[in-house]
């Protein structure tokens, strides 16, 4: 198969994510392998192949028709949970005009208790998200949203479905703006009610706004008035005059405050929608786009132990070196697996080699049938370190193998050398390869081992080497062909 398939869309790769969990519960099918062993000659990336694996399984109708359902259900489950916000928010202005049952209103109590915690909460929501944006991750907000939608979910919703989506959208940056667009929406709702049940307050009864004091005085409730009105004046909204808001206060002349109830209420209106709903709307928005952004740039976490293994499969770790004789006649040449560009560097190239923490007669690069490379040493101390790293940087930009031996423990430095090398190299020019599994095999337990292997592919991928530029050999014992 040498057909470049379609790049993985969001949805294919969620689907990818409830194979995923299936898998690693029930194991691999058996049923898999001609598919795999045909994926493994596609001139495609490793997570293309991964999606387009998950694609062909027999499950994949039925795990993409349940996160269809799943999504139709959650789609329902914030509908309802913002009619619910549109009643409270209703709810809340008609019990604040019930307290004024002789239609006598103080304006700026009013409007703090409809905008006064709102304001605090989007300040609050604001500081999070410029100070620390990673935070809603582990807030006990996300906590609560999730085990409030697994507990109104239906329980008869398909498992994995359900696991893939709690665990993709509670990655970031998805979860962050999912919560962003979820808190905006339910704020928005809510005062959306609230501006209804204000207007129709104002539609049916009679009100007239004052506004009381004991220690400030006209000049301060004059300044504050005719700081509310400048944003509703750009939208051509009247702002009322010094001697009208001074006419206003409790007490005066009834003939005054008959004349500007309807700027008052318009205010009112302006205020609710300018400081309350247009904020909201506008960030609803912007949390919207930045997760419909988010969706499309998710990619699989291609470190992660599952997809180490699945990459196994699709593409055998071993490799035929050739044989070398114990006399000084040339290795026999074996057919070697060159057929995977997305794993190999190209054999017409020629590569540089760099051997890290390496004894030389360990060896295990490169194939027979590639070009002898170019030295660029064994990095093993300090000094010889700093030598092969400024060898690198004189390198052209050719192919690049850093060689380790698997029984090197993935430390911090590592992975920061690793991040060294790459600073100034293009990341598609660089591969890593892990030699030793049968010597790691000869000093640890399976299990260990793998966790090694996991461990080392980690870091590779921290440095900035992509998973499918990590190769696994296995250098050859004399007289002997070398398989890992």
């Not at 005719?226 to 944003?231: E, I």
């Not at 192919?399 to 090197?408: K, Q, R, W």
Request: aromatic fraction near 8%; charged fraction near 20%.
């Amino acid at each position: 198969m040498t057909g470049v398939h379609p790049r993985p869309t969001f949805d294919q790769r969620l689907l990818t994510q409830a194979v995923r969990n299936v898998e690693e519960r029930e194991g691999f099918s058996a049923a898999a392998a001609p598919l795999e062993n045909q994926l493994a000659t596609a001139e495609d990336s490793l997570e293309t192949r991964i999606v387009y694996r998950a694609g062909q399984l027999d499950l994949a109708p039925g795990l993409k028709a349940a996160l269809e359902q799943l999504r139709k259900r959650v789609r329902w489950l914030v509908i309802i949970a913002l009619v619910v916000m549109l009643l409270a928010g209703a709810l809340a202005v008609s019990q604040a005009f019930v307290r004024s049952p002789d239609g006598t209103v103080n304006f700026f109590w009013l409007l703090l208790s409809l905008l006064g915690i709102n304001l605090l909460a989007l300040l609050l929501w604001s500081l999070v998200m410029v100070l620390r944006p990673a935070t809603a991750q582990g807030s006990s907000l996300a906590a609560l949203v999730f085990a409030g939608l697994r507990r109104f979910l239906p329980h008869g919703a398909e498992p994995h479905a359900l696991a893939a989506w709690f665990r993709v959208y509670t990655t970031e940056p998805l979860l962050r703006w999912f919560l962003g667009s979820l808190v905006q929406g339910i704020w928005l709702a809510y005062l959306s009610g609230g501006v209804l049940m204000v207007l129709l307050q104002l539609l049916s009864r009679q009100f007239d706004f004052v506004w009381e004091t004991t220690l400030l005085g006209d000049q301060a409730f004059i300044g504050l008035t005719s700081w509310l009105a400048s944003v509703p004046a750009i939208f051509g909204f009247d702002s009322l005059s010094p001697e009208q808001v001074a006419g206003s206060r409790l007490g005066t002349n009834p003939e005054m405050l008959a004349s500007v109830r309807s700027q008052w209420a318009a205010l009112l209106l302006a205020s609710l929608v300018c400081y309350g709903l247009l904020p909201r709307l506008l960030l609803l928005l912007l949390c919207g786009w930045r997760l419909r952004r988010a969706e499309a740039r998710y990619r699989l976490d291609l470190f992660e132990p599952y997809f180490i293994t699945l990459q196994q499969r699709l593409h055998p770790l071993s490799r035929q070196l050739g044989v070398v004789d114990a006399d000084d006649a040339p290795p026999g040449s074996a057919d070697v697996m060159v057929n995977t560009p997305a794993f190999m560097p190209p054999s017409g190239e020629k590569i540089a080699w760099l051997g890290l923490d390496l004894p030389e007669e360990q060896r295990g690069w490169p194939p027979a049938n590639y070009p002898e490379p170019r030295q660029v040493g064994v990095a093993s101390d300090r000094a010889s370190r700093e030598i092969a790293l400024q060898r690198v940087r004189e390198l052209d930009a050719g192919p690049l193998v850093v060689e380790v031996l698997l029984s090197c423990s993935p430390d911090r430095g590592i992975g920061r050398y690793l991040q060294r090398l790459l600073e100034k190299r293009d990341p598609s020019q660089t591969w890593l390869a892990l030699s030793g599994r049968e010597q790691l095999a000869g000093q640890l337990t399976g299990p260990d081992v793998e966790q090694r292997i996991w461990d080392w592919h980690r870091l590779a991928g921290e440095a900035g080497i992509a998973a499918d530029h990590i190769i696994h050999l296995e250098p050859p014992s004399r007289g002997e062909t070398g398989l890992l």
